[in-house]
């Protein structure tokens, strides 16, 4: 975990030198909410629907894997293990506090804030092993999910997993990034009500070895870049 931690401070610590690669829509509703200072909003993914496959360079699917279990099972076994994993830490990445060019509160630090999703929460909450609740401390904002207003739902339609291999020797850090199509909602969650709703026409992360982290830089660079710019 130690090293793992390392890995993605460093990755994040470069993050600021590389362009970003998203286009989001507003499909619907407003943005105000985003601007209320002192609410919170957590993540959920919803793979239910995603499609795993490897894009170009033009965004045309050159391959097609299946539906992630289908995707994982020709991986490994590791990989179906690692799984449930890998979808809680995949949340992580609108919380990270490193770098302010991916930090979704750190850039829009007068308005809404992203807490930690319940299931990171309750293994935070629930972590007897003390070197790893640092680690999250020192790399993520830790806010309690249950403060949240709101909730950010996104559906992944179709997801390019990226390439750890691509990562390790390529020559940038956006080499064998994750990329992801798909849809998004906001909800306020008291009411049930669909604040706004958006298309992810395109959202491409940064590279890493570790499958969870190339995710966590995808799903910041949603937040941080492709739903911060509906606002400017």
């Known amino acids: 975990m130690k090293r793992l931690g390392l890995l993605l401070a460093a990755a994040v610590s470069a993050l600021s030198l590389i362009a970003s690669d998203t286009e989001v829509t507003l499909k619907s509703g407003k943005l105000d909410f985003l601007q209320k200072a002192g609410e919170y909003a957590y993540l959920e993914i919803d793979w239910s629907k995603a499609q795993v496959v490897e894009f170009d360079r033009n965004m045309k699917v050159e391959k097609r894997f299946g539906t992630v279990a289908q995707y994982n099972q020709k991986q490994g076994q590791d990989w179906v293990k690692d799984w449930p994993m890998v979808q809680r830490r995949a949340t992580e990445g609108v919380i990270l506090k490193k770098n302010g060019s991916i930090c979704f509160n750190k850039k829009n630090k007068k308005g809404l804030q992203m807490s930690s999703s319940p299931a990171t929460w309750k293994f935070y909450k629930a972590c007897k092993d003390e070197g790893e609740k640092k680690s999250y401390e020192k790399h993520y904002v830790m806010q309690d999910p249950k403060n949240a207003k709101y909730k950010f739902v996104v559906t992944v339609n179709q997801i390019d997993m990226g390439s750890g291999a691509a990562s ?21 969650i008291k009411t049930g009500k669909t604040l706004a709703t958006f298309d992810i026409k395109k959202c491409k992360g940064y590279g890493n070895y570790a499958q969870y982290i190339r995710l966590q830089m995808l799903f910041s660079m949603l937040f941080a870049e492709g739903v911060l710019d509906l606002v400017d």
């Open 168 to 188: 390790a020797f390529g020559m940038g850090m956006s080499t064998g990034g994750a990329i992801l199509t798909g849809t998004m909602k906001a909800v306020e």
